[in-house]
């Protein structure tokens, strides 16, 4: 399709270019379509990371050998006869399953086992003995830039390295309800695996032996000494009681004590009978002194019979006295001889009184002086007795530490029969299971089916770097993701050039029919938004560097001029541009010089044949410009010709010239590299060439992967279709 001068500008109104009927975005609606397109467009970077992935992966599955496992299965009991003492309670003897298991995995089984079975001999548990792999290599050099020490390297006999080994090979485990403990070793050799754990049984049932022996033999010594000085304790208790019951002369037989008791309790009787008599006696001198009739007083009180018999009689007499005063009167001779009598009676009656009343005196001083001889003999008695009592309560004191001395003594006696008696019972007693037994088959999988999981899994690493590196993509792909961008106006996609095609100069004819139509698409996009007809002067600029503008321009240039249309290119990058390097090198003046006010306007513009003229950068060592209005007056000029102006100008972030520029030519074409400038770096040059004239600014996308552009879920995808692509004659 070729433009010719006479169309240059008809209007193209039913071709008019509107915003408002774009095609509604589809680049976020994620479908299995999409995850298709997606492993397509990233199918070589999921094929190199699943590569690099596998590589070591294969190294590491290749240098697996085959591993066996073998377990055994036991439980540890008390010994039989200890758990059948009634005396023994003794909470610390009792077996514990956890503190077992922690035995089984000791330094010292560790130790007897890996030298007893030769484990530091075998490659597989002696580090020292294996040859150094390829990724141990990579990884010792990866760790020698970042620590500044230097290894060690491992010694052949070292057997801290293989018991390290030795236990990430063991297990030995019991569950949380049940006693019975698992041991398990997995080794690459199955009568390896087989025989340590049995081999492990047996040096700990060894090891628990020599332990408690040890302990009982310790325990034995220590028990031994304190019997000794316990029964030293306990002779020097029982000679003290000993010594103290003959010091004090303590009575301690039974019948002794009771000869004492009966003793005192006759003195006691005694001394109340005393005391009762003395009553009696003081009761008889009492009423004796109290009155002067002793016939009268004999009557109230025992008197002896000799005195009872002179009171009969005195009373007898009295009676036949008041009977013959009946009778006779008083002066009767047998009355006058009766009173007499009578008289003479009571002179008698009244001598014995006295005389018992002396003897009562005596007998109550003879009462008196036995009564404070008994007080002596019993307070004597107290004073022996208190002492006694004291006596016997240090006595028996002493006695009750003697016997807690014997009873300690006996204790010790007992415990040291009892460590006697287990010194000859066993450790602990075995009840094995299952032993373990020699194991056919190797454990795990084979390594086809580890190839094919690492396989899977690199696969799947890779697939999901591609899907984040995918989301996390924020460059221009499509017009879709600008569409929201005031002032956008999409241009077209112009396809990537293949290095031999871009290499070519800028006026040989080589045809790239998908490149040639999306360039005339360009041109066809910006005469549709200039209302249907060509601009006057046209300014190519990108965000950043290295975009393709300069391929945009100079490709718009040779396209307007095969069309017969007057075209004046201008490299306006006054620090780097390149178009000249496709003229001629006798090229002497260019756009520095002329804007900085050294050449004149005709000295800087070159006539190509091809019918485009030409206006180069210039030296970039000049900076200061005299002339402002240059660019003005080399678009008025062009416009004066009749020709199209295109402005390969500097990209908008770098330069205010761009902005300058953009401002003075009447339509901009912002070239935006496929997969490259990002869509932010695109907003913001749009607002820096924000302009009253630059009302809308044009936009093409240029370096589009064909291939990969149709595997997108973009609207515009189908513009590099598999049809599409085929009908202009390239190979997909």
């Known amino acids: 399709m070729t433009i010719s001068a006479a169309d240059r500008n008809l209007p193209i109104s039913p071709m008019r270019y509107d915003p408002r009927f774009q095609v509604e975005t589809k680049a976020d609606n994620f479908d299995l379509a999409s995850a298709f397109?997606?492993?397509?467009?990233?199918?070589?970077?999921i094929m190199t990371i699943t590569v690099l992935l596998m590589v070591p992966a294969a190294i590491v599955i290749s240098e697996l050998k085959p591993a066996y496992q073998a377990s055994a299965r036991l439980i540890i009991r008390q010994p039989l006869a200890t758990s059948l003492g009634v005396d023994d309670t003794s909470p610390g003897d009792l077996i514990d399953v956890k503190s077992e298991t922690e035995r089984l995995l000791s330094r010292s089984i560790a130790e007897r086992v890996v030298r007893e079975l030769r484990l530091n001999m075998l490659p597989e548990f002696n580090p020292a003995l294996r040859k150094i792999s390829f990724i141990d290599r990579i990884r010792a050099k990866l760790r020698g830039l970042f620590d500044t020490k230097k290894p060690t390297l491992p010694v052949g006999d070292n057997i801290d390295a293989t018991i390290r080994e030795y236990y990430q090979a063991l297990g030995v485990w019991h569950g949380d309800k049940s006693e019975v403990i698992q041991i398990s070793f997995t080794a690459n050799d199955a009568e390896l695996a087989a025989t340590v754990p049995n081999r492990l049984v047996s040096i700990y049932l060894d090891e628990r032996k020599g332990s408690v022996s040890g302990r009982l033999v310790s325990a034995e010594e220590w028990i031994r000494h304190r019997v000794t000085e316990q029964q030293t304790r306990a002779n020097v208790a029982r000679d003290a009681v000993r010594t103290y019951q003959e010091s004090m002369d303590i009575v301690s037989k039974e019948d002794a004590q009771d000869e004492r008791i009966k003793s005192l309790l006759e003195l006691t009787g005694r001394e109340g009978k005393i005391d009762e008599?003395?009553?009696?006696?003081?009761?008889?001198?009492?009423?004796?002194?109290?009155t002067d009739n002793a016939s009268a007083a004999v009557q109230n009180i025992v008197v002896p019979d000799s005195i009872a018999t002179k009171q009969r009689d005195l009373h007898a007499q009295e009676q036949d006295l008041a009977r013959l005063l009946q009778t006779y009167d008083g002066s009767a001779e047998a009355v006058v001889d009766l009173r007499g009598k009578i008289q003479q009676s009571r002179t008698d009656l009244d001598l014995a009184t006295k005389q018992y009343l002396q003897t009562m005196r005596a007998k109550l001083a003879a009462l008196d002086h036995e009564a404070n001889a008994l007080q002596s003999i019993l307070a004597d008695d107290r004073k022996k007795r208190t002492r006694d009592a004291l006596a016997q309560t240090e006595l028996t004191r002493l006695q009750r530490i003697a016997d807690k001395e014997q009873s300690t003594l006996d204790k010790l006696e007992d415990q040291r029969r009892d460590l006697a008696a287990k010194a000859m019972l066993p450790g602990a007693e075995l009840e094995v299971f299952s032993p373990a037994s020699v194991p056919l088959t190797p454990q795990g999988r084979g390594r086809l089916f580890y190839l094919v999981g690492a396989l899977l899994a690199a696969i799947s690493a890779a697939a999901t770097a591609a899907f984040v590196i995918e989301m996390s993509d924020r460059?221009?792909?499509s017009f879709?993701?600008?569409?929201?961008?005031?002032?956008?106006?999409?241009?077209?996609?112009?396809?990537?050039l293949a290095r031999w095609e871009n290499s070519k100069t800028m006026f040989e004819h080589m045809p790239v029919p998908m490149f040639d139509e999306a360039i005339r698409t360009v041109v066809l996009s910006l005469k549709q938004?200039?209302?249907?007809?060509?601009?006057?002067?046209?300014?190519?600029?990108s965000a950043h560097s290295g975009e393709g503008k300069s391929l945009v321009a100079r490709s718009l240039a040779i396209e307007l001029a095969a069309a017969a249309i007057p075209v004046l290119l201008v490299d306006g990058d006054l620090r780097r541009g390149k178009l000249d390097s496709f003229f001629r090198p006798e090229l002497m003046y260019g756009l520095n010089e002329?804007?900085?006010?050294?050449?004149?306007?005709?000295?800087?513009?070159?006539h190509h044949p091809s019918g485009i003229d030409f206006i180069p950068s210039g030296r970039f060592s000049l900076r200061r410009r005299t002339r402002l209005n240059g660019l003005a007056e080399i678009i008025e000029m062009a416009g004066t010709a009749g020709q199209v102006v295109i402005f390969d100008s500097a990209p908008v972030l770098v330069s205010t010239d761009t902005v300058h520029l953009t401002a003075l030519a009447e339509k901009t074409l912002a070239v935006v590299r496929w997969g490259k400038t990002s869509r932010r770096a695109v907003e913001f040059s749009l607002q820096q060439m924000k302009s009253s004239r630059n009302s809308e600014i044009v936009i093409a996308i240029n370096n589009v992967n064909p291939k990969r552009?149709?595997?997108y879920n973009f609207s515009d995808s189908e513009l590099f279709s598999k049809s599409l692509v085929k009908y202009y004659g390239v190979k997909s």
Do not use: C, W
């Open 709 to 711: 552009h149709a595997l």
């Open 37 to 45: 397109g997606l492993v397509r467009r990233r199918m070589i970077m």
């Open 480 to 496: 879709d993701q600008i569409a929201g961008m005031g002032r956008a106006i999409p241009a077209g996609l112009i396809p990537r």
């Open 475 to 477: 460059t221009v792909r």
């Open 594 to 606: 002329f804007l900085n006010g050294q050449a004149d306007l005709r000295d800087i513009v070159y």
């Open 529 to 541: 938004s200039n209302g249907g007809k060509l601009p006057s002067s046209i300014v190519v600029t």
């Open 277 to 290: 008599r003395r009553v009696e006696v003081k009761a008889t001198i009492s009423t004796l002194e109290g």
